[in-house]
């Protein structure tokens, strides 16, 4: 199981990031990146850095665990928890591919506070406000889940809670300044991460 979970970390990692920067760089003449925002030992730079060390931790686990320095937790070590891991990790995959499409020329990882992108509503952005980091979420659920030992937990709570901070501190600011009204009501009408859920 931990080689099926850096398997599947390193299709997420050329698909995610490698493919769709080079689509991003066919099309628009840049790849996207923006790097990690605010000033050092930032709150904007915890979440840039956590989130780049949360994906560390996630591809450590496995390695960890085939390594025999660490072990799955007894009450998910179940043929039946990793299988589901599996399906919901390439759910996750095909869910950030899609939502990645689906922002068109607007996609970025960072923010760069002098520059203004559209604002997408359409298709999936429809029903939620972040559906990258929704599906990256799902993912990093669906690795831990692969090999569920305590390394793999500490990284998938740590994604979350660096995925929290990079969009409520760093890109929700950033869109208000940038879209005004039209994102003031995006806000008030689809959800931060689900349907019908964080309204603001």
């Known amino acids: 199981m931990p080689i099926v979970a850096i398997a599947l970390y390193v299709v997420f990692a050329i ?13 628009t003449g840049s790849t996207g990146f923006r790097g990690i925002s605010g000033r050092p030992l930032s709150l ?19 390695i960890l665990q085939l390594a025999g320095v660490v072990a799955p937790l007894a009450p998910l070590d179940r043929a039946w928890v990793n299988i589901a ?5 390439v759910a996750g995959i095909a869910a950030t591919l899609y939502a990645q499409v689906d922002m068109g020329d607007s996609w970025r990882i960072g923010v760069d506070a002098s520059e ?14 972040n559906p990258i980091f929704t599906a990256m979420m799902v993912f990093g659920f669906g690795i831990a889940l692969i090999t569920p030992n305590p390394v793999a937990v ?8 660096t995925i929290e901070t990079q969009v409520r ?15 003031r009501d995006y806000l008030a009408t689809v959800g931060r991460f689900l349907p019908g859920v964080g309204h603001r």
């Open 15 to 27: 698909l995610g990031f490698g493919w769709r920067s080079w689509q991003q760089k066919r099309r």
């Open 154 to 161: 500490i990284g998938f709570v740590l994604l979350i809670a």
């Open 85 to 89: 891991g599996i399906a919901i990790a």
């Open 116 to 129: 203004k992108t559209t604002l997408v509503r359409r298709g999936v952005f429809a029903w939620v406000r």
């Open 44 to 62: 904007e730079w915890f979440a840039g850095v956590g989130f780049v060390v949360s994906m560390g931790v996630a591809v450590f686990a496995p």
């Open 169 to 183: 501190v760093v890109e929700e600011p950033y869109l208000l300044t940038v879209h005004g009204d039209d994102y």
